[in-house]
């Protein structure tokens, strides 16, 4: 009996074996499988057994496919241009930075640091891109790529070249239009930056250092983005590869249409760093449409200082959110105070667009006709009310018309010159003296050509004298009250 249940038991365990390695083979082997699936899709799996059944229901979803931007590029790459331009300028105040042509794309941000410079001229070569917006040879470009050019040169893909008239250049925007003298000629499809969303694919394509019709690609990093000086351009943001050269040249969105011009980076090194900044097509249409109507072009203008909200001042002003533009000063007799606007108040919408940030106002304002009437939507102590303004005109820029002092060597570090009789009339006849040139203290500060010294600590200055005596007299700091375009701002400065 004890032999005979002995006998039984190392029955059913050799059994029990002999089905485990069955089962254990038949799992191996459909583990096999599907690893082969994966690893070469064209196979086919065979049937297998009810184990695989589970390990299928737990499959991760597939990967969404990256997109296939190569018939954007055989379909617009004809229509993108390589410009050439050479030239004399004379220096304005700034130093020639080494390894970098004064017309990269990231120059026109170094320029607001006002590096010093010798006097006289100096001879440009530089390179950029541009696209073809008619048959007839209407293209655009940067400002910043032909700024000083005697000649300009467009090269086509097909070997091709042009010589280029300009038919004018904005700087505020940095947008150019060149005519060369061509029919037929392949022109790209304007887009809209406005549907374009923040993660959304894009396609540049451009002549980095040179390298004609390269193409790059990223995703869209931000929208809106003010930069500093550049008040009418609310910049497309990217971490398109944006590098010499490429300034000028169109960012397409997936359908192929053109959403912006590629106009700068940030980079400490001279070199794309994942920041790039595109002109928005609608500006530069804008820019466009009246450079070849008019032949220049007009902005519109209220006539007050603004400043951002933030969530300091929203409490004080008993505003929900920080939100909308802070207007900081009202320009006497100009069209916002004869509108009945008034410091304090905050600028929630212009004709229904809403502002969430003080940066988006200008470009707004700009874009309106002179002599149109806006709607503001306007937060004055706790309630909304509307106010209707008739636009003015922005003031055209004028070139120095006096010479300048050079105070430079002073430990403020300021070349600057009295104002010319039509500027002290648009300052209502008080005083100030124009920045030529700022080095040393004043460029570290952040003061730079064009800017309208006022006062010295709270000192009036109408003369060289009466401010080289006021610094001379000031302890280690002094605090600058400039006026900078339409906004008037204090700028404390370590002197030397």
Known sequence: MYRSVKRLMIAAVVMAALVGA?????????????????????????????????????????????????????????????????????NQGLADIPGLDPNDPFYEFFRHFGIPQQ???????????????????LILTNAHVIDGADEVTVKMIDKREFKAKVLGADKATDVAVLKIDARNLPTVKIGSSTRTRVGEWVL?????????????????????????ADNYVPFIQTDVAVNPGNSGGPLFNMA????????????????????SFAIPIEV??????????????????????IQEV?????????????????????????????????????????????IQTSGELPPLVANIRPGESARLKVWRKGSVRDIEVKVGALKEEKEPVAESKDVAGGRLGVAVRPLSAEERRQFDGRGGL???????????????????????????????????????????????????????????????
């Not at 980095?208 to 193409?215: D, Q, T, V």
Request: hydrophobic residues 40%.
């Open 22 to 90: 069955y089962s254990l083979g038949n799992g191996l082997e459909n583990g096999l499988e599907l690893w082969s699936a994966h690893a070469a899709s064209d196979k086919a799996v065979p049937p297998t057994t009810s184990v695989a059944a589970p390990m299928a229901t737990s499959s991760p979803m597939p990967a969404a496919a990256l997109p296939d931007m190569s018939a954007i590029v055989a379909r617009n790459g004809s229509s993108v241009v390589n410009i050439s331009i050479s030239g004399k300028v004379k």
């Open 119 to 137: 006097r006289g001229e100096r001879q440009v070569r530089g390179q950029g891109s541009g696209f073809i917006l008619r048959e007839d040879g």
């Open 204 to 228: 540049a394509i451009g002549s980095p250092y040179g390298f004609e019709n390269s193409a790059t690609a990223g995703i869209i990093s931000a929208k809106s983005r003010s930069l500093p």
């Open 256 to 275: 192929g249409e053109v959403v912006g011009i590629n106009s700068q980076i940030y980079s400490r090194t001279g070199g794309y760093q994942g920041l």
């Open 284 to 305: 530069a249409m804008s820019i466009q449409d009246q450079i070849v109507k008019h032949g220049k072009v007009q902005r519109g203008r209220l006539g007050i200082s």
């Open 310 to 354: 933030n969530q300091s001042l929203a409490d004080s002003f008993g505003l929900s959110k920080p939100v909308g533009a802070l207007v900081s000063s009202v320009e006497s007799g100009g069209p916002a105070a004869k509108a009945g606007l008034e410091p304090g108040d905050v600028i929630l919408s212009l004709n229904g667009t809403e």
């Open 434 to 496: 124009v920045v030529q040139n700022a080095s040393g203290a004043a460029a570290r500060a952040g003061i730079r050509p064009g800017d309208v010294i006022l006062s010295v600590n709270g000192e009036p200055v109408g003369s060289v004298d009466q401010l080289r005596g006021l610094v001379a007299k000031a302890g280690k700091r002094v605090a600058l009250l400039i006026q900078r375009d339409e906004a008037r701002l204090f700028v404390p400065v370590e002197l030397n």
